[in-house]
């Protein structure tokens, strides 16, 4: 059974910086891709950032250049490092996970969806105050 487990969430001011983790398990494929979702009250839940088992990353527009999706595949650990935090960063964040083969090559849009993905973690809250 595929487990998906997030952590690292909190409270920070507007500029500071997190680090979430996604601890993934019950799972034997070589072959995947993980995402990061945000989830803000009222709100859609919205693609972050993706990485594949090439270690190919895709990322919304609103976070490139402050936000690195990186993975320890020997630890299977999805890891989301956010800096230069913005009060729009707050929200409910959710770790993915896709078994079907899915690229980052093969569609950096759709690995963004949430259709794309069958397991998701119970998600991490991210507070940024102004």
């Known amino acids: 059974q595929v487990q998906l487990v997030e952590s690292g969430g909190g409270s920070v001011q507007s500029g500071g910086s997190l680090r979430l983790s996604c601890a993934a398990s019950?799972?034997?494929?070589?072959?995947?891709?993980m995402g990061w979702f945000r989830q803000a009250p009222g709100k859609e839940r919205e693609g972050v950032a993706a990485?594949?088992?090439?270690?190919?990353?895709s990322y919304a527009d609103s976070v490139k250049g402050r936000f690195t999706i990186s993975q320890d595949s020997d630890k299977n650990i999805v890891y989301l490092q956010m800096n230069s935090l913005k009060p729009e960063d707050t929200g409910m964040y959710y770790c993915?996970?896709?078994?079907?083969?899915?690229?980052?090559?093969?569609?950096?849009?759709?690995?963004?969806?949430?259709?794309?993905?069958?397991?998701w973690g119970q998600g991490t809250q991210v507070t940024v105050s102004s």
């Open positions: 019950g799972y034997t494929y070589s072959s995947y891709c």
């Open positions: 993915a996970a896709d078994f079907q083969g899915r690229t980052v090559v093969g569609g950096t849009e759709s690995v963004l969806r949430t259709g794309s993905y069958d397991y």
């Open positions: 990485i594949d088992s090439d270690g190919s990353t």
